[in-house]
């Protein structure tokens, strides 16, 4: 299933910086995507989201970009923070209530002090 | 803040047995929903659930899977004859109705089929 990809599975970058996440999506039904964090052993925690009809949506250190056009977000962090470190998963999903999430593969995302 | 809460953490099972795994979901919320991550791979999902009936359930979910809502807090997924590859985590989340299409997350049951 290759619907939802995350091509980098990690990224690395210095406290204070910007962390930029990526994600692509195949299928055209999409149009509600979300952005989880996940640290081991524990359950995905929702961060943030954005419908289709947007293409930026922000909310405090985080902003999510939408290129419909592209099928692709990626996901900003920014000032980065070591408590940032965990993996960071794409979702996406049709914009009905009840609609299944698809994954992404996730990225590991070390934020060195 | 309100949280989907499962139980067990972790279950060891030997291959062909029942195992259920429990889940609380947010009280408010009328969407539910399992999900299983093997390790090193996706999170797949595998059924969600509303007004006491399966309302999507993806070709992983066959007959040895069954889910239930026995009362009004509790939401079960029960695996009838437990294989090898069945082991993995597996998430509960639950998401309310209305303008809001995110779903959370529990933090998960580890079962380890031997």
């Known amino acids: 299933d290759q619907q939802v990809k995350q091509n980098s599975p990690s990224l690395s970058v210095q406290e204070g910086r910007i962390s930029i996440l990526n994600c692509d999506y195949t299928n055209s039904m999409f149009d509600y995507f979300l952005w989880y964090k996940k640290y081991p052993a524990e359950g995905p925690t929702f961060l943030i989201s954005?419908?289709?009809?947007?293409d930026k949506n922000e909310d405090g250190r985080f902003t999510v970009f939408l290129n419909k056009s592209a099928k692709h977000l990626s996901l900003h962090i920014v000032p980065s923070q070591p408590g940032d470190s965990a993996v960071y998963f794409c979702?996406?999903?049709?914009?009905?209530?009840?609609?299944?999430?698809?994954f992404g593969e996730g990225t590991q995302l070390t934020v060195n002090p | 803040e309100p949280e989907v809460t499962q139980t067990p953490s972790h279950q060891v099972t030997q291959m062909g047995q029942e195992v259920i795994l429990r889940c609380v979901p947010i009280s408010n919320h009328l969407y539910f929903y399992w999900y299983r991550q093997i390790l090193g791979q996706k999170v797949e999902f595998l059924v969600s659930f509303y007004n006491n009936e399966i309302s999507e359930k993806s070709e992983i979910f066959d007959d040895q899977f069954s889910v239930e809502r026995p009362d009004g807090s509790n939401f079960t997924l029960k695996i009838r004859s437990t294989k090898l590859e069945d082991s993995a985590m597996y998430f509960c989340?639950?998401?309310?109705?209305?303008?809001?299409?995110?779903?959370?997350f529990g933090p998960g049951t580890r079962l380890l089929v031997l």
């Open positions: 954005i419908s289709s009809i947007k």
């Open positions: 979702a996406a999903s049709q914009e009905t209530s009840g609609s299944r999430l698809t």
């Open positions: 989340a639950s998401s309310p109705t209305g303008t809001s299409l995110t779903q959370y």
